[in-house]
């Protein structure tokens, strides 16, 4: 059995960059780390894998290409909501050149569940975890008459039905899931293979409760972590091969500090001189001086905090469990052991106004980071704040397809409220936007240079251009990877 994976392209956080003509071949950002999950996965149990990665190749015939030569049995393509219609632009692709079986796994379809067969001609769907629905998939399309049926997480096509299966029971042994397999990848066509930077994970799921998060809808609510030695020992595995630069994706990283506290000793011990950094994960909560220190210790250049409003009630209201205070003596901390440190937010939480949004504009301008982030809040099916949002605000986009061309990337209000009008959002967002682009490329750049890509960012014409430049061009894409340097080698 053979399976081709294909990866959509993903949307820029600053904007959509202008379309490259057919065939011109782009810069990728990372490996895909699902992927690479699914591709190690797949090659444990005796089936071939191919990837194809549009945000590289960005061309049909290249895609037909590999169809042609490698004759797979089925292709698979990932989903991320917030690129989504590059993700229904692939899969017509595909269709255009091959009637072989498409499968559509990740997190968009753990949200919205039977919604990507209905809007694409796609032939399955999996949600919550891809590894062994994805195998038994592969395993029944041998059969002449294959029960479907039988396979848990899978959605899939009788007739002109479709019948969404039981959900699959979460992977509790994660130590004994294989190393990610990125040398499936063309490494050297994407931007980390320059930096030496990988993506990894240690653990699956989150324990908490937080009501906008969708999360637990793909990885489920309980905390699955790896033993500090099989995750330190899958860091040495790159290491020694010439990786030295880290992106820790865990959904909750220090939930057990001790675990965490482990890992950096292990690290330490084995003589990883390696540096990485915490993108998501880290509640202000679970962190201490001590862990703190440890984490620079073991090599740790940059954590991302989840602050997510500047405004107690709202937290409460979301079910963070989080105060300002914590939020406060967290970042301090984090500046006292030398990390620098960023700070996510999220516009258009439940009982949101206009002054309560502003709060988190005017809370994030107090706070010492180098950075904080803003998103606009996409209510997904499935959450609880999906159901709040249905009951007490007006959606203004149809709830039939309304994540086709909206994400949190955007400032496009999916729904508003009296309290809190679609004007008004647009407004706090472009301030969280505007706050966000600023920090992150005085971070990335240095002050001055940071400033000046931040002026010309807003001149719209001028930040596409400059976003392409940079993405799609080799020597845009090196000049900022010298100019970005120091940030890299704090």
Not at 52 to 74: A, W
Not at 117 to 126: E, H, Q, W, Y
Not at 337 to 348: D, K, L, Q, R, T
Not at 367 to 382: A, D, W
């Amino acid at each position: 059995m053979k399976i081709l994976f294909a990866i959509p392209k993903e949307k820029n956080l600053f904007g959509d960059d202008p379309a490259l003509p057919e065939g011109t071949e782009g810069i990728g950002n990372r490996p895909h780390l699902g992927i690479a999950y699914l591709a190690s996965f797949m090659k444990q149990h005796g089936i071939s894998v191919g990837i194809y990665d549009d945000t590289i190749y960005n061309s049909t015939q290249k895609l037909g290409e590999m169809v042609n030569d490698f004759q797979p049995d089925i292709i698979g393509v990932t989903a991320f909501s917030y690129s989504y219609k590059y993700l229904i632009e692939l899969i017509h692709k595909i269709k255009t050149i091959s009637q072989k079986p498409i499968v559509v796994g990740g997190p968009h379809v753990s949200a919205t569940k039977d919604e990507i067969l209905k809007n694409s001609p796609a032939d399955f769907a999996v949600k919550g975890e891809g590894e062994f629905t994805l195998l038994e998939l592969l395993q029944h399309l041998q059969d002449d008459k294959p029960d479907f049926s039988a396979i848990k997480g899978l959605i899939w096509r009788s007739g002109n039905d479709i019948i969404e299966n039981a959900d699959r029971e979460f992977i509790t042994d994660v130590d004994s899931l294989p190393c990610p397999d990125f040398e499936a990848f063309p490494v050297e066509k994407y931007s980390n293979f320059q930096s030496k930077r990988l993506p990894v994970i240690s653990s699956r799921g989150c324990p908490y409760a937080c009501t906008f998060c969708s999360v637990r809808l793909s990885m489920g609510r309980g905390f699955r972590a790896r033993t500090p030695e099989n995750f330190v020992a899958e860091l040495k595995h790159w290491y020694d091969k010439g990786w030295t630069n880290f992106e820790f994706c865990d959904d909750c990283y220090s939930a057990d500090m001790k675990r965490v506290t482990e890992i950096s000793d292990l690290i330490i011990k084995n003589g990883l001189n390696l540096k990485y950094e915490i993108h998501t994960g880290i509640r202000v909560d679970r962190v201490s001086p001590k862990l703190l220190g440890k984490l620079k210790e073991s090599g740790c250049i940059l954590v991302n905090f989840g602050m997510e409003s500047g405004n107690e009630q709202i937290l409460r209201n979301i079910r963070k469990n989080i105060n300002l205070d914590q939020i406060r003596k967290a970042v301090a901390w984090a500046n006292e052991a030398g990390i620098p440190n960023a700070g996510h937010f999220v516009i258009g939480h439940q009982g949101e106004t206009f002054e309560t949004a502003m709060d988190s504009i005017r809370f994030a301008k107090t706070l010492p980071t180098r950075f904080v982030s803003f998103y606009n809040l996409i209510p997904y099916p499935g959450t609880e704040v999906f159901e709040w949002a249905k009951k007490n605000g007006r959606f203004l986009v149809p709830l039939d397809n309304y994540l086709q061309n909206i994400s949190y990337r955007d400032n496009v209000p999916v729904f508003e409220t009296k309290e809190f009008t679609a004007e008004q959002r647009r407004y706090v967002m472009k301030k969280g936007f505007a706050l966000y682009e600023r920090k992150f490329f005085e971070f990335r750049l240095g002050k001055t240079l940071g400033l000046l890509a931040y002026m010309l960012a807003r001149i719209g014409p001028v930040a596409k251009l400059g976003r392409s430049f940079i993405s799609n061009n080799k020597i845009g894409h090196n000049l900022y990877f010298f100019l970005s340097r120091t940030s890299r080698n704090q």
